[in-house]
């Protein structure tokens, strides 16, 4: 994906940058800043509204009690509020997108790295089948504190220090099947203000996956941010052990940034 196409999709209607709340739902209650009571239930959440209130699940306003069913659904609902918001349900939590808050409107842009061939290279991917005990690990999570599937390991040279990686599964892309690295460098320890910083939490490149043993190529260049790193309303997934870089790794994204030209957090 390319820088431009980057920063349309982190100010997007349903990029991080319009997300305003992320609130899980445990029993029914009030969710800031939108109406209705909302209350867990078989397949999502269920909302309870009036019909002066301007819930809309599924295209139809709501005037009673509703189930707004999850992004795991085979059909996911759609929810529509006034003023613009919008709602998803992602297990047990209500998304609320906001096409126009003020985060989206303080956004200049995504700081990067100067692009340099030196950050091109190769690994060696071999399938978590062919390493003992590594698809039973249970420290490699996602931002919700669940395991990941862990689809193997990248050995590579990163920096002159040779490394193996912990790869998990990510979700296709354009048809393709890819590997997520959640990697963490020395750029993430030094202060923001420095030109040779990154976001703290640890960055993430994608890489095609191969299916089987086989070398890949690894494209430092395309680092890219994590969510959180534009939103508070997103947790972010820790790096596993093997993937904290001791290296500067001086290469992909680094910072979302404001029209002041300050990192967002």
Known sequence: MTSSARERWAVGPRGPLALVNAQRVDHPQAVWPVPGTWAPSVGGLIVTAAAGDGVVVDGVPVDGTV?????EAVVPSTVAFPDGFAGTVAGRTLRVWDPASEAIARFAAIDRFPRSDEWV??????PARDVDGLEARGDVLDAAGDPLVVAGTVSTTVGGAAVTLVAVRSAPFGGAARLQLIVQDATSAVPEDDSHSSYSMGRFLFVTDPGTEADVELDWNELVLPPC???????CPIPPPENRLSV???AGERHPIDRDGAVFH
């Open 248 to 250: 500067l790794v001086t």
């Open 229 to 235: 790193a534009f939103s508070y309303q997103y947790a």
């Open 67 to 71: 189930l707004v069913a999850g992004d």
């Open 121 to 126: 290279g190769s690994g060696r991917f071999t």
